[in-house]
């Protein structure tokens, strides 16, 4: 386990960028047994709830409703709103694939690893969104379920730029719902949807799509128009993600020369935790670690050097896992490489940690 931090400063030096505020670790205290607070004090839930709902098809960009499942603690009557996470989910989907007994397009069952983490975060005080961006167009998992993807967004950048819109519903969503503080949101991803928790907090999302429109050269394969997010879109508070794809699907430039206009650059508006494997190749654009193959870290190097422009702290913080494989948390009972499940244990107290100190 090591973070790239210290290696991203000597770029940082090696390009002539003077770096403000960089942060080499998580911190040593280890909040994982702590509950949310509420009014100050620590607050235990009476019980959890666990609910599918739908979020309005009138909100959405697309005009599509999107299925969704809440897991929501329940406290003592008269309880202050409290913090809330939205999860989403990776290229595996986040329902089942149907058994026969379903009449909707995915089995209404979560993959494991999110009835997890909606029960464990619940558990620990957090409301908890989890937006199904694949149930919502007629399929299930981007991997075996193929034939059933719409033509809409069978392209690469098309997922990642439907998902946005379905990010920004579901995040208006749950900062109205009862029983949530809107200003201690956080977000939380997995793969493809620990880029989408990226995006949610890139600091130029309104300026990427109208360069996107302008300038992209597969701007023709999109099947849809390119509507602008919502203005009153809520601000998250601390993001979390989990192996993602630091490319964008050519969403984003990955340019890192001086003359690279510095609003193209990738840059975090909170504190983001990116949890990654060695031997992924996912983590080569997210990280400069020289022991992942072919690390070129685009997106560290760009977020360093946006916070040395603006003369603030550089909030991209990663962990790259030795021996560790993408998707190493998702079945921690059969983990895919050696040592996954040393990493799972560490990357989960990273994530429960930065959340709670972060929204509480």
């Known amino acids: 386990m090591k973070s790239t931090k210290i290696i991203t400063m000597t770029v ?6 003077g770096m403000a505020g960089v942060k ?13 607070e509420i009014d100050g004090e620590a607050a235990a839930p009476i019980a959890v709830e ?3 709902i739908m979020l309005p098809a009138a909100d959405h960009a697309q005009g599509l409703s999107i299925p969704a499942r809440v897991f929501q603690p329940k406290f003592a009557e008269g309880a202050s709103p409290g913090p809330a996470v939205l999860v989403m989910h990776g290229s595996g989907g986040l329902h ?3 058994n026969g007994d379903d009449a909707g397009a995915c089995s209404r069952q979560l993959e494991n690893q999110y009835e997890r983490w909606g029960q464990e975060l619940a558990e620990r005080g957090y409301v908890v969104l989890m937006p199904s961006s694949y149930t919502a167009r007629g399929f299930c998992d981007m991997h075996t379920d193929v034939e059933r993807i719409p033509a809409g967004f069978d392209e690469r950048p098309e997922a990642i ?3 946005l819109y379905d990010l920004d519903v579901a995040a208006r969503y749950l900062c109205d719902m009862d029983g949530v503080d809107c200003d201690r949101l956080g977000v939380l991803g997995f793969s493809h949807g620990a880029t989408m928790a990226m995006l949610a907090l890139h600091w130029q999302m309104d300026h990427a799509l109208d360069y996107y429109r302008e300038h992209s050269p597969d701007r023709e394969d999109i099947d849809f128009a390119l509507p602008n997010l919502s203005e009153d879109r809520p601000a998250f508070k601390v993001g979390v993600a989990y192996y993602p794809g630091c490319g964008t699907d050519g969403f984003l430039p990955r340019e890192t020369d001086d003359g690279a206009d510095v609003e193209n650059k990738y840059f975090p508006t909170a504190d983001l935790y990116v ?31 946006v916070a040395a422009e603006l003369g603030v702290d550089d909030r991209y913080n990663i962990e790259v896992y030795a021996q560790a494989g993408h998707g190493f948390d998702s079945d921690e009972e059969d983990a895919n490489e050696p ?8 990357a989960r107290t990273v994530a429960l940690r930065q959340l709670y100190s972060h929204l509480n």
């Open 12 to 17: 940082a030096c090696t390009l002539g960028l």
């Open 24 to 36: 080499t670790a998580y911190g040593k205290s280890d909040d994982t047994d702590r509950m949310v």
């Open 50 to 52: 666990s609910r599918d």
């Open 96 to 98: 089942k694939m149907p």
């Open 161 to 163: 730029l439907s998902r």
């Open 275 to 305: 949890l990654h494997a060695e031997r992924d190749a996912l983590a080569k654009i997210c990280t400069v670690d020289p022991d992942v193959k072919g690390a070129t870290g685009e997106r560290e190097i760009q977020s360093a050097q």
């Open 339 to 346: 040592g996954n499940p040393d990493a799972a244990a560490h």
